[in-house]
């Protein structure tokens, strides 16, 4: 045997419970769910029953399935479009210079590091009808302050959007700010010589050297928000996203647990397909 061939041995002896221990928690879920989706999930001692195709003809054609899934579409869309263009902001106002701007670097990260549960609390009582301070603000313009947004089907999407983008944004800032202060200043003061105006040395030198940041963390939080659960269903169940549809399709009323499991299966199958197309187009991987 070559050192090369003893070499490649022995890196995979190393990467080997690694890909085991991968394998039991990642693959070994996938498949299982997989499985459930051809079965009506017995919650009883009954054995599961054998229904081939049937949960997936009953999801394509089910109207409230397409439903939600158009608005897990917007939620992901307008969620991931604003995060970033607010991170973007922030992160170019964060590389300038100014008195106490550590501080407020490190105030900015607030959102991101505090506790699920406590913010969603917080907005709650904002949010809170007649008592709350947005509503008694609202009511100042004549607003009617017993407006519950937040368990309006109507208004419930709009908030937990809002709330999506404040609270993820110091993600992106985070990440956006540090390849902005890698970017060599070479190029600036080469563009300034030229006469350059700053709106032109934004689109032809800041954008083009973030490109790859900013498509990476759309993917990352694409991916992120279309399996948005905990922030949905802790700020409003009303937002009728598609993984509040699954918790409840799988544990409300009558469990259907196999319905469910083929909703997840098609869900997989088009976030494989959409993150090999966007790593092919846009990561040009």
């Given amino acids: 045997m070559s050192l090369k061939e003893k070499e490649a041995k022995f890196g995979w002896k190393l990467v080997l419970p690694t890909v085991i221990l991968i394998s039991l928690l990642i693959l070994y879920p996938v498949i299982y769910n997989i499985y459930l989706s051809f079965f009506e999930v017995s919650i009883s001692d009954a054995p599961n ?27 992901t869309f307008t ?4 995060s970033i263009l607010l991170g973007l902001g922030v992160a170019l ?24 549960i406590a913010i969603v609390f917080a907005w709650k009582y904002i949010f809170l009808p007649i ?8 009511a100042i313009f004549g607003m009617n302050p017993g407006n519950d947004f937040v368990n309006n089907p109507n208004n419930a999407f709009w908030v937990v959007s809002v709330f999506n983008i404040w609270r993820n944004f110091p993600f992106v800032y985070l990440m956006i700010l ?17 006469g350059a105006s700053d ?3 934004f689109v032809h030198i ?6 790859f940041v900013i498509a990476s963390v759309a993917l990352l939080r694409g991916i992120w928000n279309f399996y948005k659960f905990d922030e949905v269903y802790l700020m409003s169940k009303f937002a009728n996203t598609l993984p509040v549809y699954i918790y409840e399709k799988a544990f409300s009323g009558i469990p259907e647990q196999g319905v469910a499991a083929a909703i997840a299966t098609i869900l997989f199958v088009i976030m494989i397909s959409l993150i090999g197309l966007y790593v092919k187009k846009v990561l040009k991987w």
């Fill in 93 to 116: 106002l964060m590389n300038r210079e100014f008195p106490g701007r550590n501080i407020v670097r490190a105030l900015l990260l607030l959102p991101y590091v505090t506790p699920l």
């Fill in 49 to 75: 029953k054998f229904v081939g195709l049937g949960n997936y003809r009953e999801i394509l054609t089910d109207a409230s399935f397409w439903k939600s899934f158009g608005i897990t579409i917007l939620f």
């Fill in 79 to 82: 969620t991931v479009v604003g």
């Fill in 131 to 138: 008592d709350g301070p947005l509503m008694q603000f609202l």
């Fill in 178 to 194: 540090s390849r902005l202060q890698s970017i060599n200043s070479d190029y600036y003061e080469a563009a300034e010589i030229d």
């Fill in 206 to 211: 800041t954008l083009p050297e973030l490109y």
């Fill in 199 to 201: 709106w032109q040395k």
